[in-house]
């Protein structure tokens, strides 16, 4: 017979995962709006009203001070008209040029008049040339920081500045004039005032005579302010004019949101539990360890008989007639008269009980009984 001691119940306390999640969902939504932040295309790049590195306030001005006609322009294209004028635009591709702008249709036929188009954008691979280059010009040595070039130019192309891994600077005759491009964007930004050749280099490409015109349109500026409104309504399909209100950011936002939420609650049955180890208790197992050999050998006789001189000591302790447990224990009939004398009852009651260990063939059964009344017996002692 196996004895099975009762076992605390175990508690299962909350993991704090959930918490570090959030903590972890946090900045990883912090470190996504940065980089959106820091890589969004900035409007005023290439403005000529901007002091920033890539501002062109400081080309515009040293073309006043040589006294250039030089203006601002702010207009459909459509409104291009004459000729001997420059138009100067600072943008990523003339593809997106002609996107950005229906009006934009009517500039080859504005070039081809005899005016000039400057388009300085990131056109051109990239090539085994250094990241910072000064290229010689006929106005002085150019700084420029890419080491992107156009590598073959056709016999309709003239190179403007080049080097021995392609061209940055290269025009191609249109009609009566001339378009000139660009493999960077910045030749005459702000962010090089000092450099000697960069501001000459860029003037040089400007005829003399005629009006200069530097591309404000690009970068937001309008002579009309209701014509942002107008070009929202001549979008060209739905998703293009979703692209030039706030909702787009909105659903940006919102989608950005929804992902957060579904990687924080991603446990359909709650928040992941963690079980506790369990504490050894060796006493505990070499009790069970025992009680299971003795069960297995069949030795429910040896069991009693342990019992009974347990019940012995302990009665004789709790009556007072041994000094402890290695204490002589006085005679089975004296021990029932003390008994029957503290508690009332009668002796024969308990000498039944410690005589039963000399019986044989002892059940399962029998020995539960003995157990349940000797537990009531020391129950009646104080």
């Keep these: 017979m196996t004895q099975t001691a009762q076992s605390s119940p175990t508690r299962i306390t909350p993991s704090k995962g959930p918490g570090k999640r959030w903590l972890w969902a946090i900045l990883a939504a912090a470190a996504l709006l940065t980089l959106l932040f820091i ?82 954008t990131w056109d051109g691979s990239v090539t085994a040339a250094s990241f910072s280059s000064d290229l010689t010009s006929e106005a002085g040595p150019v700084r420029i920081d890419t080491a992107r070039r156009r590598k073959k130019l056709g016999s309709v192309y003239q190179s403007r500045l080049d080097d021995d891994y392609g061209s940055v600077v290269w025009s191609q005759s249109l009609g009566k004039g001339q378009v000139i491009f660009a493999t960077y964007p910045w030749i005459g930004a702000n962010i090089y005032a000092d450099q000697p050749g960069n501001y000459p280099f860029l003037q040089q490409l400007v005829p003399e005579s005629g009006t200069i015109w530097m591309d404000e349109r690009l970068h937001g500026y309008r002579d009309n302010p209701n014509q942002d409104a107008e070009d929202a309504r001549k ?48 006493s505990q197992q070499y009790i069970q360890a ?72 002892i059940t399962d059964r029998t020995l539960l009984a003995w157990v349940n009344k000797a537990d009531a017996i020391l129950q009646d002692l104080p």
């Excluded at 001005?61 to 138009?87: A, C, H």
């Excluded at 004296?334 to 503290?342: D, E, G, P, Y």
Aim: hydrophobic share 35%.
């Design 235 to 282: 979008a060209e399909n739905l998703w293009q004019f979703f692209a030039q209100t706030p909702v787009a950011a909105m659903a940006a936002q919102l989608v950005l949101l929804i992902l957060i939420w579904i990687w924080g609650h991603n446990h359909r049955f709650g928040l992941p539990l963690r079980l506790p180890q369990e504490s050894k208790d060796n």
């Design 39 to 120: 890589n969004a295309p900035n409007q005023q790049d290439g403005s000529t009203y901007s002091r920033s590195n890539k501002g062109y306030r400081g080309w515009y001005d040293f073309m006043v001070e040589q006294g250039y006609s030089i203006e601002r322009w702010q207009k459909p294209y459509s409104e291009l008209q004459g000729q001997n004028q420059t138009l100067i635009r600072i943008t990523p591709s003339l593809e997106k040029a002609r996107e950005q702008d229906p009006s934009w249709d009517s500039f080859d036929s504005w070039v081809e008049q005899g005016n000039t188009a400057i388009l300085l």
């Design 290 to 361: 025992l009680a299971g050999t003795l069960n297995h050998a069949h030795q429910r006789e040896l069991v009693l008989t342990q019992l009974s001189q347990y019940l012995r000591q302990s009665l004789c302790q709790r009556l007072g007639l041994t000094n402890g447990p290695k204490g002589q224990l006085p005679p089975d009939i004296a021990l029932a008269n003390q008994w029957a004398t503290s508690t009332g009852r009668n002796d024969q009651e308990l000498l039944e009980l410690l005589q039963q260990s000399g019986q044989q063939s």
